[in-house]
């Protein structure tokens, strides 16, 4: 059976109820006038494009730094004398600051790792459990970050901060997109003070990274480039020893960067603090045990020295000294008054020096 057509089929060619008459172009008055055969090559409605804004502005944390200038010069100052007071003191010192400042930032990030089982971990490669084992691994890493190594920057940035983080390719030369785009941020601020360039590296990081460990890379990596600004006897910038006040800014630059500043300078307050009771200790400990003979009292004043935490395998291990000669001379000096003891777990049993 044959369809009948439909008067308003537009497939018949009949103009439909709502179709209108055909427009000439020549009524078309709004448009441009255009030569015959000439190609249309300029937009019918050409508007302005703001150019893309930068994921970290530079010009907006330079603007931010000028404000907060005078924060800048009190962590500048307070920086400069820890600085001083690590060229100047004990290289166990960096060490000790580091494996306390990683232990708070462990809280901070959520892993919950003491500095007693820091200290075992990184001494002895001993206390890990399958739940912790990754977390300790994680604060192991930042230890020997904080406490010596390249900083972020070496070699430039991108390749620094792959170097920097273990992230580099198979062959070494691969660079991670997030750790490029990160170096390219870094390498605009190049006219930015140290501590305001650690301020966009911790935050630019905590943006782009992924996994577990952002904000403890972002830490790390953020204390190391911090030093920048001293001499080199303080290897990091000191960032959680006071709490984590200088890691949780939000918001505009320089509600950012006022956060990191005071809480930056907080913690090196508390870092020279802690090691003016620490030499106290070291005098008070040397005058105790003159009267002592033997190579251990001298050596085991060293190890509490340079960590925070003690076991008797770890001092041991640092000492060379046998286990019965450790733990003799341990509890002298308890007896003495100069540790305390910190748990009583059989052969795990913690000591710490009483500053």
């Not at 907006?60 to 004398?81: H, I, K, M, N, P």
């Not at 200290?119 to 020997?144: I, K, S």
């Not at 062959?171 to 991670?176: I, L, Q, R, Y």
Request: charged residues 20%; glycine residues 12%.
């Amino acid at each position: 059976m044959t369809r009948k057509p439909d008067p308003y089929d537009a497939a018949e060619g009949i103009p439909g109820p709502y179709d209108g008459d055909p427009v000439e172009e020549d009524d078309l008055w709004f448009l441009p006038a255009q030569e015959p055969g000439e190609a249309e090559t300029e937009p019918l409605f050409p508007t302005p494009r703001a150019a893309p804004r930068p994921l970290f502005d530079p010009v907006e944390w330079r603007a931010a730094q000028d404000v907060l200038s005078g924060d800048l010069a009190d962590l500048a100052l307070g920086f400069g004398a820890l600085d001083e007071r690590l060229r100047a003191g004990p290289r166990q010192w960096v060490h000790r600051l580091a494996l306390l400042e990683v232990a708070d930032l462990g809280w901070w990030a959520g892993d919950r790792i003491g500095a007693e089982r820091l200290a075992l971990w990184t001494g002895l490669r001993l206390g890990a459990t399958g739940e912790d084992a990754q977390a300790l691994a994680r604060a192991g890493w930042a230890v020997r970050r904080l406490s010596g190594g390249p900083a972020p920057d070496a070699g430039g940035w991108a390749e620094g901060l792959a170097g920097f983080l273990d992230r580099a390719g198979a062959e070494g030369d691969t660079v991670p997109e997030a750790v490029a785009d990160l170096g390219d941020v870094m390498a605009q601020a190049a006219a930015l003070h140290p501590a305001t360039r650690a301020a966009m590296l911790f935050h630019c990081w905590i943006m782009l990274g992924q996994g577990p460990s952002v904000g403890l890379e972002a830490a790390v990596m953020a204390a190391r480039h911090g030093a920048a600004m001293g001499r080199g006897g303080a290897l990091f910038l000191p960032l959680a020893l006071s709490g984590p006040g200088a890691l949780r800014g939000a918001g505009p630059a320089e509600q950012k960067l006022t956060v990191w500043l005071r809480g930056a300078a907080q913690a090196v307050t508390a870092a020279l603090l802690h090691l003016d009771r620490v030499a106290a200790w070291s005098v008070r400990a040397i005058e105790k045990t003159g009267d002592l003979s033997g190579r251990t009292p001298p050596a085991l004043i060293e190890v509490l020295t340079a960590w925070p935490m003690v076991t008797a395998p770890l001092a041991e291990a640092q000492t060379g000294a046998s286990r019965a000669a450790v733990q003799r001379n341990l509890d002298l000096f308890a007896r003495r008054g100069l540790v305390r003891e910190v748990t009583g777990q059989g052969r795990y049993r913690v000591w710490t020096a009483a500053v």
